[in-house]
């Protein structure tokens, strides 16, 4: 007998419906930024403008905690956006990338291991479809000419990070660059003529993977460390070495230091 004092039941079609399977809900475009909804409907073969999208899946890599922390509130507050990994420098970066399905890198530049740049250069080549944006403090021409050969596509100041970083991500998805204010793009076009007409000086007489037995020599790594760290053996790392003191003119640890610090591939 049926309790007067409880709520009836759902009608028979009532329950029909809500044993259906979950669909998602679809937003029109006027719930969304155009931006937003423009990734959405080229992100997804056959979609049209009016679905929701996925979120943009990102790594975010920064050796400073607290500035991390700061940019996953940014990231994470906007409806289209997820960190899924964080690291805490270049080379766990890497690592990161390995374990975590991202869509988007957004790399600090000075860190220790492994550079942003250098990061971005081993996951250019680990995942060619991971967009990369290099997130900084430092406004700084040669910085944003190497994060561009690196393989980024946006260089966003720390400074306006709140106000450019979302904007960044959106743009990285579209396959469009994106540049902070400061960067004048009669100075891009004059650096790529140069680049065409093979005017550019080289920037870099070592490989990157002599780069990157120079960063860590320089940061004090012992051979045993370095060979590690690269999955390389001790004999690799000696012969690394003696290649770069005789390829830069050098005579010892100190002087290798004194050059990354010059190259800007650690901190004074």
């Known amino acids: 007998m049926t309790d007067p004092s409880l709520p009836e039941g759902p009608a028979p079609s009532e329950r029909s419906a809500r044993s259906k399977p979950y669909e998602p809900y679809e937003r029109s475009a006027q719930d969304e930024p155009s ?8 992100a997804v073969p056959g979609a049209s403008r009016a679905s929701a999208p996925v979120k943009i899946r990102i790594l975010l890599a920064d050796d400073h905690a607290l500035v991390r922390r700061g940019v996953r509130l940014i990231l994470d507050r906007e409806p289209d956006l997820e960190v899924v990994a964080e690291a805490g420098d270049g080379a766990e970066a ?7 399905e991202a869509d988007l890198a957004v790399l600090d530049i000075a860190m220790p291991r492994l550079t942003g740049l250098q990061a971005a250069r081993e996951l250019t080549a680990l995942k060619p479809g991971l967009r990369i944006l290099m997130l900084t403090m430092h406004d700084n021409e040669q910085y944003l000419f190497q994060a561009l050969k690196s393989g980024a596509c946006g260089y966003v100041l720390k400074s306006v990070a709140d106000r450019d970083l ?9 396959d469009e660059p994106f540049l902070y204010p400061g960067a004048v793009t009669a100075l891009i076009r004059n650096y790529l003529d140069r680049v065409r007409h093979g005017e ?9 993977r002599e780069e990157e037995v120079l960063k860590l020599v320089a940061e004090g790594h012992s051979s045993k460390e370095i060979a590690e760290i690269l999955f390389i053996s001790i004999k690799t790392v000696q012969r690394h070495r003696a290649n770069l003191l005789q390829k830069l003119g050098l005579r010892d640890r100190l002087e290798l230091t004194r050059y990354a610090i010059r190259a800007g591939l650690i901190e004074p």
Do not use: Q
């Not at 931006?35 to 080229?42: K, P």
């Not at 890497?94 to 975590?100: E, K, N, P, Q, T």
């Open 200 to 208: 550019e000086t080289s920037d870099h007489i070592l490989t990157p």
């Open 166 to 174: 979302v904007a960044a991500c959106r743009a990285a998805m579209r």
């Open 94 to 100: 890497i690592d990161m990338a390995r374990a975590h």
């Open 35 to 42: 931006a937003y909804v423009g990734y959405a409907a080229s």
